[in-house]
């Protein structure tokens, strides 16, 4: 949004319109072998493979997230020892800002040294993640890898160069648009998505040579296809969801779904109020997303990408009132799509914990997914993707 006067600090996700839709039936992949749904309760036995397995959520922070200056303060020992115990190996960290071109550069490179601070400072807890070997790396010595990740390429502008040296600092994903448009193309929240732009073309061109990542969650349907067919290799959806099952543009639709997958893409289902029309999402509806993804991509291209902190969420008096008071003012600066609500917080209750990428491994298994296929879905995809992209 090129011309948003958000600063880094009322960086936050701008949620998309709840559309009162039934769900589609599933359209099955090739070879998909359809997944019966049940309700996955978060009391079922422990995973068993988890310890062993390499798990990525491919949006995620272990500071604060989704509220205004979460980037301001340096980690807590919580937040610390939560990143310690999570069992997560490695995370896609946001480290761009919203904003004019201007501003939006420069609380970039405030963000990433926001993070070369922590990752001098913790050492024995974090890992920079510049490579899949990186990543092994990070399982091996029992860190967490922080992957640093845009999520607008409004930092970038008009100068295609400074891909490269958003590169050299680490940079090693780069998300189209976030919902509005931009010298790339649309986000998903512009009525008339007109595609890609000619810059947005090129930008991909130098993405693909150098080894980031191309991710379009936020972007503009229209605007999601021409990226992959621009691009020649796999690209990603970081952190969505499937729009047959709640209809809304932050979700994908199971074109693009399929689309994604044919080219070897994965799509990261997130745990947003984007799972449900209205109300508090659940694990069921996180199980009910990943499980139509995987009937329509197949088990090889569906992952996780939270869009959470992994520090628990505490719904204190404070945290409501700032929670509100930030839905207000991006009401105010017209920046607000309709479904956002004071009363709906960006997480899912029952995944609430440290461990909640253990607890959606179990809630997979509850729900008829075999072992094999949830390795993938909690880290194998992301790697075999990672490998194809990062060279």
């Known amino acids: 949004m090129p011309d948003s006067p958000l600063s880094r600090r009322d960086f936050g996700r701008l949620v998309a319109a709840a559309m009162a839709t039934s769900a ?15 309700p996955s309760p978060v009391s079922s036995p422990s995973w068993p493979g988890y310890d062993d397995a390499i798990v990525i959520d491919m949006l ?21 020892e939560n990143a310690r115990r999570s069992g997560i190996t490695a995370v896609n960290s946001t480290v761009s800002a919203l904003g004019d071109a201007n501003s939006a550069f420069e609380g970039t490179v405030a963000n990433i040294a926001s993070w070369e601070y922590e990752l001098q400072r913790s050492p024995d ?12 790396r990070a399982k091996s010595e029992r860190k967490v890898g922080i992957i640093l990740g845009f999520q607008d390429t409004t930092p970038i502008w008009d100068k295609a160069e400074r891909l490269e040296m958003f590169y050299r600092f680490g940079v090693r994903i780069v998300q189209l648009t976030y919902n509005g448009p931009n010298l790339v193309g649309d986000g998903c929240l512009v009525p008339k998505d007109g595609g890609l732009n000619p810059f947005g073309r090129d930008l991909i061109a130098r993405m693909n040579a150098l080894g980031v990542l191309v991710d379009a969650s936020h972007t503009g349907w229209e605007t999601t296809r021409q990226a992959i067919d621009a691009s020649r290799v796999p690209i990603a959806v970081t952190h969505g969801g499937a729009a047959a099952v709640t209809h ?9 779904l399929r689309k994604l997958a044919d080219k070897g893409g994965v799509i990261g289902v997130f745990m ?15 199980v009910r997303h990943v499980t139509h993804c995987v009937n329509v991509c197949g088990e090889d291209h569906v992952g996780v990408g939270s869009d959470n902190s992994i520090s628990p969420l505490d719904l204190t008096p404070e945290f409501r009132k700032v929670h509100a008071d930030f839905v207000q003012a991006r009401r105010k600066a017209g920046i607000s ?5 004071e009363n709906v917080f960006n997480y899912v209750p029952d995944f609430n914990t440290p461990r909640r990428m253990e607890q959606v491994a179990d809630a997979l298994a509850k729900a008829g997914h075999p072992a094999a296929r949830i390795e993938k879905i909690l880290g194998g995809n992301w790697m075999r993707l990672l490998g194809e992209v990062w060279t």
């Open 125 to 136: 807890a974090f890992l920079k993640i510049r490579s899949v070997a990186d990543i092994r």
């Open 337 to 341: 799509a309709p479904g956002e609500d």
């Open 272 to 286: 947003m109020p984007f799972l449900r029309e209205q109300g508090q999402p659940t694990a069921d509806d996180f």
């Open 248 to 256: 809304v543009p932050r979700n994908k639709p199971d074109d693009i």
């Open 24 to 38: 589609l039936p599933p359209v099955l992949r090739s070879g998909a072998t359809p997944i019966p749904h049940f």
């Open 60 to 80: 995620a922070t272990p500071g604060p997230f989704n509220v205004p200056d979460w980037l301001k303060g340096p980690l807590t020992p919580a937040m610390i």
